[in-house]
């Protein structure tokens, strides 16, 4: 299934099925369900995501380009990859040889992928290779997050 995020209505949906926000109900310790690969070339994006999901409990490991990511999926298991789509220049699709290798070896762990590029000819080449989210830059971050949770079943 993919998800996508538009005009909040997305959001308020998956607000709805997660229940309560991890701020309502306090910090939570790291867990193997919370673990994060977050895939992101610029280093001010992924400061800030890398943040906001470590205040909500989520163990959080980043890469900035496509062999860093794999390196890390090699040592270990995630439960959720986000990853931006253009990692080694404007226009490319680095995210989505990502997605399509976690889906080959690791297919348990979920995958978002962040663009300020996509088409929806991307898009539709996410749902093939089974994307679990597409979302466009900017996305709102606790709309992130309840996505996140939602997937990873947290």
């Known amino acids: 299934m993919l998800l996508r995020l538009a005009n909040g209505s997305e959001g308020d949906r998956l607000a709805q099925e997660s229940g309560p926000s991890p701020d309502s109900q306090g910090s939570r310790p790291p ?73 080959e070896e690791w297919p348990e762990t979920r995958t978002i992928i962040l663009t300020a590029y996509g088409t929806a000819e991307t898009e539709r080449i996410a749902r093939r290779i089974g994307v679990d989210a597409f979302l466009h830059k900017p996305s709102p971050l606790a709309d992130l997050a309840r996505l996140a949770e939602t997937l990873a079943g947290t």
């Open 31 to 103: 867990d193997a369900q919370r673990s994060l690969l977050l895939v992101e070339d610029r280093p001010t994006i992924s400061f800030a995501l890398s943040d906001y999901f470590r205040i909500r409990g989520w163990e959080v490991e980043c890469a900035a380009t496509l062999p860093e990511a794999e390196a890390a999926l090699e040592r270990r298991k995630f439960a959720l990859v986000i990853a931006d789509l253009s990692l080694s220049e404007p226009g490319s699709v680095d995210g989505l040889d990502l997605a399509r290798r976690i889906r």
